[in-house]
């Protein structure tokens, strides 16, 4: 792997797990924490509305140990983002972050999102609200254009003018948006990725700190492009294939064991926090459901998931269920070490 850039911040950016609606919970936060130690991590993106008029213990609660946290706001309004902005600071995460760049009809019906890339000033009036009224970094995560609005000098004017109001971290995701025609899932695979415009965005701004997003599958990618960029952000395929940030640590953050934990060491540790929530009245498939890809592309993968997956729906299941799982996938002898009584598994401190 290419050494890491000279430039390389110490805030804990190298590497992140992008915020993803309906999959980033407070349970697959956990869940990761337990694989990687030191990569960012996001929660879903969260409406200043919900914050001001719901359930704030249900929108912003998460275990201690997700630290390092950053929380992802949807919003448009200086004012609620400020008030919502101090509301999470209190609760203690660890940055704030603007989404512009979601591009779903429901969110842009909200008027947050991708299209106020079109709004450079009223972004920087959010930006700006933020920063005032909070300590801790408010970064902005962006596409790298909407519809016709997708020249270099277009994404320069909109960068320049947010970060003139105090943001100096940008996240930014490697393709367009087109806000009429496209879906979600089609705004993410068709419009081309530009990273070559990205890099030149960093070499003309090198005093913002610049986070790619966009299209990156593994740490070996990761690394190449921490060449040039500030930070790495990875989406999906760290959702898919958790597994994939197990040397995360060691690589980008010269922390952890020269052999990262097994599969089986994250399933232990994953046990005592299973248990608390089912506790607590979880269903189990809310917690499982994020475990999946534990497996990904190895021998047993699929009947992991066949197992969890028809499992977790039995109204008796419990985390037995996942000692089964791994049963099947032939590690006894790890089994029956879980199963000793004696034994007791460590929850990750916070970082």
């Given amino acids: ?11 804990g950016r190298l590497l992140s797990v992008a915020p993803m609606m309906d999959w980033t919970d407070r349970h697959c ?51 609620d983002l400020a008030e919502c902005a101090k509301i999470a600071e209190c609760r203690g995460f660890d940055e704030i972050n603007l989404n512009v760049g979601c591009p779903s009809p429901r969110v842009r019906n909200g008027r947050f999102g991708a299209c106020l890339m079109a709004e450079p000033e009223l972004v920087a009036d959010c930006v700006r609200a933020m920063c005032e009224a909070v300590s801790v970094p408010v970064t902005v995560k962006t596409r790298i254009g909407i519809d016709d609005r997708d020249s270099y000098e277009d994404l320069v004017r909109f960068v320049t003018t947010v970060a ?83 040397d995360a640590d060691r690589r980008f953050y010269g922390r952890g064991d020269p052999k990262p934990r097994t599969r089986e060491g994250v399933i232990e540790d994953f046990l005592p926090y299973l248990r608390e929530e089912l506790a607590k009245g979880t269903r189990l498939h809310a917690i499982t459901r994020h475990i999946l890809g534990l497996y990904h592309a190895t021998p047993g993968g699929r009947r992991w998931r066949r197992r969890i997956s028809e499992g977790s729906s039995r109204r008796e299941a419990d985390e037995t269920l996942l000692l089964e799982a ?23 401190s916070p970082v």
């Fill in 29 to 79: 936060r956990y869940f990761l924490r337990l694989i990687s130690r030191h990569t960012l991590l996001y929660t879903e993106m969260v409406t200043t509305a919900a914050i001001l008029h719901g359930d704030r213990e249900r929108l912003l609660g998460f275990h201690p140990a997700e630290h390092p946290l950053a929380i992802q706001l949807g919003g448009s309004e200086p004012k």
């Fill in 164 to 246: 003139d109001a105090g943001c100096r971290t940008l996240i930014v995701h490697a393709r367009k948006a087109w806000l009429q025609g496209l879906s979600p899932k089609e705004n993410r695979q068709t419009p081309p990725l530009r990273y070559d415009m990205v890099r030149r965005l960093k070499s003309d701004l090198p005093r913002l700190e610049i986070v790619l997003n966009g299209g990156i599958q593994t740490l070996d990618e990761a690394g190449r492009h921490l060449s040039w960029c500030d930070g790495v952000m990875i989406g999906r395929a760290a959702y898919h294939n958790p597994y994939l940030l197990a």
């Fill in 1 to 11: 792997m290419p050494a890491l850039p000279a430039h390389a911040p110490p805030s």
């Fill in 326 to 348: 791994a049963d099947s996938l032939g590690v006894d002898e790890y089994q029956e070490n879980l199963r000793r009584p004696e034994r007791r598994v460590s929850v990750p």
